[in-house]
């Protein structure tokens, strides 16, 4: 388990930093999700608590993503021209694609899955595509 949270800690500093328009709302978030990760490499936790962080680091990115989007296109809509958009767009599809195909995002659903089927009593399978999924596919 160390070795899938210290990819994804890593995936994420790889990470070019946000461009301007979007730093202050992506950058926390990004933040949260890499110390909740090296807090857990550190720990050397077991593998339910490895899957525990990775369903919280996910959503604490997921969630910069979908505000991130939102904002910027609050602003389009708004008629307000953002500076360098073309390159926030760049950036928030990068950050979608990552978490699209991130190790971690597999374990978070499998994660997410064993948390509802504890909570009705019923194995649910997989929920990547169920009305309780924590992924949400965002629109481009």
Same mark, same amino acid.
């Given at each position: ?11 994420? %500093?790889a ?11 992506? $950058?926390?978030?990004?933040d949260?999700? +890499?110390?909740?990760? %090296?807090? *857990?490499? $550190? ?5 339910d608590?490895?899957?525990e ?5 996910? &959503? !604490?990115?997921?969630s910069?993503?979908v %505000? *991130? ?7 389009v ?10 390159? !926030?767009?760049?950036?928030?599809? &990068? ?5 699209? #195909? ?9 994660? #997410? ?6 909570? &009705?009593? $019923?194995? $649910?399978?997989?929920?990547?595509s +169920? ?10």
């Amino acid at each position: 388990m160390s070795v899938v949270l210290g990819g994804a800690f890593e995936s994420i %500093r790889a990470l070019p930093q946000p461009p301007a328009p979007v730093f202050g709302i992506v $950058t926390p978030h990004m933040d949260q999700a +890499a110390q909740i990760l %090296r807090v *857990a490499i $550190t720990n050397n936790v077991g593998e339910d608590a490895a899957n525990e962080t990775a369903l919280v680091a996910h &959503t !604490c990115i997921l969630s910069g993503l979908v %505000r *991130a989007k939102g904002e910027l296109q609050a602003r389009v809509d708004a008629g307000q021209l953002v500076a360098q958009h073309e390159e !926030c767009e760049v950036y928030l599809r &990068t950050l979608d694609g990552l978490l699209e #195909h991130w190790a971690l995002r597999d374990m978070a659903i499998a994660y #997410h899955s064993k948390l509802s089927a504890g909570a &009705t009593g $019923t194995q $649910t399978g997989d929920d990547s595509s +169920a009305n309780g999924s924590i992924y949400v596919e965002s629109p481009r």
